[in-house]
């Protein structure tokens, strides 16, 4: 490992740029910058990624501390990929144990990046479908260990459980971004965090008990991160 660096948490590792703290990735695809993250290499040639916590929600809770449930050999289902930024970190964190990041994402555009993303790196495979609807990409996802989701919809607790329902193991945790002015504009963002988090402890598809949140900012204002379980179906 990089003399500069050290290790943070699984897969994720912390130094310093110009003076501040920064957390790093092991680049699973040396010589490619995903979207102008700096790349910094130790003696070897191993390639360190630098991961901006405001261009990311899952950057984001690691740098609040929190413990987060990644490792190498995860199975992950990631709703709301977008072009790839944070699915590229993911993917960095995977790549020694086997891992792979099953990318859901429904707008063309970014859509076309993933995919370009995708194939630069074996452990990402890109679905171009709804988040909402699950059952869409039933035949393509494998039970998983992890669902990371960041979409803008209203019902963003709701669209955990129901993927939660379909392929999340018994056990397996949840990493929710909840975007209050995505659910309710004009709501007070606690009052919305509160509403969204007794649906994951009471919605009927799936069930979770609440690990840790916190709050995003100031990488994301009006944003809270969650960490849940889910429960078993007995």
Known sequence: MA???????????????????QLYTKSAAPGVSVYGEKIMADDDGVEY??????????????????????VSDSRVLYLGAASGTTVSHVSDILAEGGGVVYAVEFAERPMRDLVMLAEKRNNIIPIFSDASRPELYVPIVEPVDVIFQDVAQANQAEIACKNAAYFLKDGGHL???????????????????????????????????ILKTADLAPFHVDHMGVIAVKNSKE
Request: glycine fraction near 6%; avoid cysteine; hydrophobic fraction near 35%.
């Open 3 to 21: 003399d500069f660096l050290k290790p943070y948490s699984d897969g994720v590792y912390e130094g310093r740029m110009r003076g501040k703290f």
């Open 49 to 70: 990624r630098s991961w901006d916590p405001k261009r990311s929600k899952l950057g984001a809770l690691y740098q609040k501390k929190l413990k987060i449930p990644l």
């Open 175 to 209: 990493i929710l971004s909840i975007k209050a002015r995505s659910v309710d504009v004009a709501k007070n963002p606690k009052k919305v965090f509160a509403e969204e988090i007794k649906i994951l402890e009471k919605n009927a598809d799936a069930t979770f008990k």
